[in-house]
């Protein structure tokens, strides 16, 4: 019986320790060592990008092109030059491109992105120009 006292101190000392540790568990302080992080920082408002494809050659020349939208997506277009389309989009990145084929010379194709002339490339007959934006 002597050593009991010693094995009630320690249940006693754990039991007082738990129910503290409970405590603040259940309570509304925020732990930042049990899951909780602070707010990301804000990145601010995304500005929109506007791309630019353009096809020039000699005028009324049928061609087929094809070009990146901004989701990604290849579009098809059967059209006469000079043609050109505008995108606009508030991605962080964006895939353009655009490529064209036609049976006379010389076929040129250009990328602006922001007013920026990214890509220009001249060909005969097929003609490609690619820009990843971001």
């Not at 568990?25 to 494809?53: F, N, Q």
């Amino acid at each position: 019986m002597r050593s009991a006292w010693v094995y009630l101190v320690v249940v006693a000392t754990l039991g007082a320790a738990g129910a503290f540790i409970a405590h603040l568990r259940l309570s509304d302080i925020p732990d930042p060592a049990v899951g909780h992080s602070p707010l990301p920082p804000t990145v601010g408002r995304l500005h929109d990008k506007v791309v630019e494809y353009h096809l020039t050659g000699p005028a009324g020349t049928a061609i087929f092109a094809s070009y990146l939208d901004v989701d990604g997506a290849v579009r098809e277009v059967s059209t006469t030059l000079p043609w050109q389309i505008t995108l606009r989009t508030q991605h962080l990145t964006v895939p353009a491109g655009v490529m064209a084929q036609s049976d006379s010379d010389p076929l040129s194709c250009r990328v602006v992105v922001d007013g920026q002339l990214r890509d220009e490339q001249s060909s005969s007959s097929t003609v490609s120009c690619t820009e990843p934006v971001a």
